[in-house]
């Protein structure tokens, strides 16, 4: 019961990103050709909400669900890393049509197809868990 907030919060960003067709293929595939403004505006949006978010975890000293203080560590600067992280993000995502965040909503909806990226997101992940002391960071 005490999680039930985090499934409903997960419910409703479903139902958001269903209704604002960011997990349409078509709608990606738009974005990477640079022939539609709608998924960059979501994608803005979002950047912005959570800009604010944070601003507002920093400011108010907000706590966690388990009374904990939210602390925020400082990223360490750096090219190479984020280049490289948002090449094999950006190529991973125009190859398979979808970014991780819709994955379980695409299975939902009944494109059982996306099965095969969820496996794939978590090898990469398993395989980052591996290498990540031996990458840049």
Known sequence: MKLLRFLLVGVFFGIVLTKSEAVSWYRIYEMFHFQSFHMFGIIGVAVCTGL??????IRFKIKDANGQPIE???KTKGFTNYFAGGLIFGFGWGLVGT???P???LIGSGFMGVGIVLIGALLGTWLYGLLK???PH
Request: glycine share 12%; proline share 6%.
């Open 103 to 105: 994955i379980f909503i």
């Open 52 to 57: 604010l978010g944070m601003q507002i975890f």
């Open 72 to 74: 925020i560590q400082e």
């Open 133 to 135: 002391s031996k990458l």
């Open 99 to 101: 970014c991780p965040g």
